[in-house]
């Protein structure tokens, strides 16, 4: 599992970036576990849960919930969210630590496809509870807002992106699996009686100084800012020009896109 501690390294340094920009979890994937469960759920376990964003989103959902994060960095952040019904431990999610059956959910924002699948799902199905249910929920980048800004997020990170596929050092440094094949590796664990794809929004406030926080709490950037900084600094630099220039002082909305592929035991 070595390729999977080097994902864990990968998100040490900006967990304090990290918990001021991203997307809160929004209510659509808690209200469908709910339903697909038929009641509130006793217990939740949040796999890769970062900062604790996703897995705080739980509270007065359920009665307790369970944050799993390899991520010093992040933990130690989430575990300033901490409280009686909310708890954090550092595990890898393949290898969790927590008893057999111990849960009725399983849920995965943000972060499965930074997780090898088939002993992940293996450990998922150990933890949960007959007719329990499992959950990943991705949201696209970047989020809809105006044109000219998602045009310039998609001209930086195509950069980003290329420089990680192409300069060795950086490639090295992580691997990725596909999240487009999500809903297939549930399908063909054999694990889950019932699957399929959701796909809903989440309208949330943005202003450019968030815009330009959230592009610094991608991990790809960051890997680059660590190893190869003069790659991508100056492509930086006209992004967050770019993007004060559209938004100006003024906050607005901005909708999250997401997709979410459920498996119900």
């Known amino acids: 599992m070595g390729n999977i501690s080097k994902n864990a390294e990968r998100f040490r340094g900006f967990a304090d970036v990290y918990d001021q920009a991203r997307p ?20 939740v376990v949040d796999l890769g849960c970062g900062t604790g964003l996703s897995t705080q989103a739980w509270c007065g959902n359920c009665v307790r919930v369970i944050g799993v994060e390899p991520s010093g960095d992040m933990l130690a952040v989430a575990r300033q969210k901490a409280n009686d019904s909310l708890s954090f431990i550092q595990a890898y999610a393949h290898q969790t630590g927590l008893p057999d059956t111990c849960t009725d959910a399983v849920i995965c924002s943000q972060s499965f496809h930074w997780m090898d699948p088939a002993p992940t799902l293996a450990e998922v199905n150990r933890i949960l509870k007959p007719v329990g249910v499992f959950a990943t929920v991705d949201c696209d980048w970047p989020p809809v807002c105006s044109w000219r800004v998602e045009q310039a997020y998609c001209t930086l990170f195509d950069k980003v992106r290329r420089l990680e596929r192409e300069v060795p050092a950086l490639k090295s ?15 063909s664990s054999g694990y889950f009686r019932y699957c399929r794809e959701l796909v809903f929004l989440s309208r949330e406030m943005g202003s450019a100084d968030r815009l330009i926080t959230l592009s610094r709490s991608q991990g790809s950037l960051q890997n680059i ?14 992004f967050e020009s770019a993007i004060r220039a559209q938004c100006g002082g003024s906050m607005f909305e901005m909708d999250f896109c997401y997709r979410m592929r459920i498996g119900v035991k």
């Open 24 to 43: 809160h979890l929004p209510h659509d994937p808690i209200e469908i576990i709910c339903r697909y469960l038929g009641r509130k759920p006793e217990t």
């Open 173 to 187: 440094r992580y691997v990725r699996w596909d999240k487009s094949r999500h809903l297939a590796n549930i399908q």
């Open 225 to 238: 800012l660590k190893v190869e900084p003069s790659l991508i600094e100056d492509d930086l630099r006209q």
